[in-house]
Nanobody
């Protein structure tokens, strides 16, 4: 069992930056690929970014490439999402997810999910 707790969300202006954190507890963090998803009101949850177990490979949805960076610190059992150049359309509830393989994370088949942290970008 893995418990995931997101933090770092809030209200930010267009063009601003936010760093989200997802702290994991339970089983060995380095055994899991990690990812971030988001869900805006009235929309389906969508994939944002993923990182493999070692941190050597990362994946992004096209709309955030060049603006968002996913990283992990296995010593701290934490995955991060650095979000720069934020736009109003980035407003959503952001979730982190964990799965044994990064491919499962990317397709939204995570084994474990957090409760989410809200990011609101004002125009």
């Amino acid at each position: 069992q893995v418990q995931l707790v997101e933090s770092g969300g809030g209200l930010v202006q267009t063009g601003g930056s936010v760093r989200l954190s997802c702290a994991a507890s339970g089983r060995t963090f380095s055994s899991y690929a990690m990812g971030w998803f988001r869900q805006a009101p009235g929309k389906e949850r969508e994939f944002v970014a993923a990182i493999n177990r070692s941190g050597g490979n990362t994946y992004y949805t096209d709309s955030v490439k060049g603006r968002f960076t996913i990283s992990r610190d296995n010593a701290k059992n934490t995955v991060y999402l650095q979000m720069n150049s934020l736009k109003p359309e980035d407003t959503a509830l952001y979730y982190c997810a964990a799965a044994e393989f990064v491919q499962k994370v990317v397709v939204g088949a995570g084994s474990y999910w957090g409760q989410g942290t809200q990011v609101t970008v004002s125009s």
